[in-house]
């Protein structure tokens, strides 16, 4: 069955700190793969990501994909009490008898502390 | 321009009642997917409509269905209510339909208790 896993579930850091976020899938026929923001309700749009090691940036977030190793890495730099939030990974299979569906993991929440 | 809205925001019923949830999407978008999100995991897909046509169907029970209007919104109908059921419902469009990347923008949701 495909699937998602997002590491660490849970993270506490101060500000000023760098996080380092995790995605790893098995997903059949992969198309792309998304980041998420979930501050309160609404998830927001990050990054999209389909081709492996271009680095997509924005700001002090950036995240790349690794299709050989099946995984992302989302970075935050310099980390501020507004980036607290669920960040969630989702990915798109290619396969028409899931069109539509993203696959997201569990997220992980990150809480910075001033 | 509006985002994709939701209503209500949030809404208690008890089980066995059934409930209808609404969704209108961001303008010029064509496609409406619905999300269940339960406390401390990820969205789960239940349905995709493009064009008023169901496009993809996520691993739920028959209970739950949906439909497209001519104007895009969308309707969510959950019948015989489960207290499992409790979740936040997330509603998302996007421009992308078949074979097209699926960049989606959400909704706030409407966050279901069912007692």
């Known amino acids: 069955e495909d699937k998602v896993v997002q590491s660490p579930l849970s993270l506490v850091v101060h500000e000023g700190d760098t996080v380092t976020l995790n995605c790893s899938y098995e997903?059949?026929?992969?198309?792309?793969l998304l980041w998420y923001k979930q501050e309160k309700k609404a998830p927001t749009f990050l990054f999209m990501l389909?081709?492996?090691?271009i680095e997509k940036k924005s700001g002090r977030l950036s995240s790349i994909l690794d299709k050989k190793e099946l995984s992302s890495i989302l970075n935050i730099t310099a980390t501020q009490t507004g980036d607290s939030a669920i960040y969630l990974c989702a990915v798109v299979p290619r396969t028409r008898s899931t069109l539509g569906r993203l696959y997201f993991g569990r997220g992980t929440q990150l809480t910075v502390w001033p | 321009d509006a985002g994709v809205t939701q209503s209500p925001t949030h809404l208690i019923k008890t089980r066995g009642q059934q409930v209808t949830l609404r969704c209108s999407p961001i303008s010029g978008h064509k496609s409406v997917s619905w999300y269940q999100q339960v406390l401390g995991q990820g969205p789960q897909f239940i349905f995709q409509?493009?064009?008023?046509?169901?496009?993809g169907r996520g691993n739920f029970p028959d209970r739950f269905s949906a439909r497209q209007f001519p104007n895009y919104s969308s309707e969510l109908n959950v019948n015989a209510l489960l207290l499992g059921d409790s979740a936040l419902y997330l509603c998302?469009?996007?421009?992308?339909?078949?074979?097209?990347?699926?960049?989606?923008?959400f909704g706030s949701g409407t966050q279901l208790s069912v007692l």
């Open positions: 409509y493009y064009e008023k046509e169901e496009r």
């Open positions: 998302a469009s996007s421009l992308a339909g078949q074979g097209s990347l699926k960049k989606l923008f």
């Open positions: 997903v059949t026929n992969f198309r792309s």
């Open positions: 389909t081709s492996s090691g």
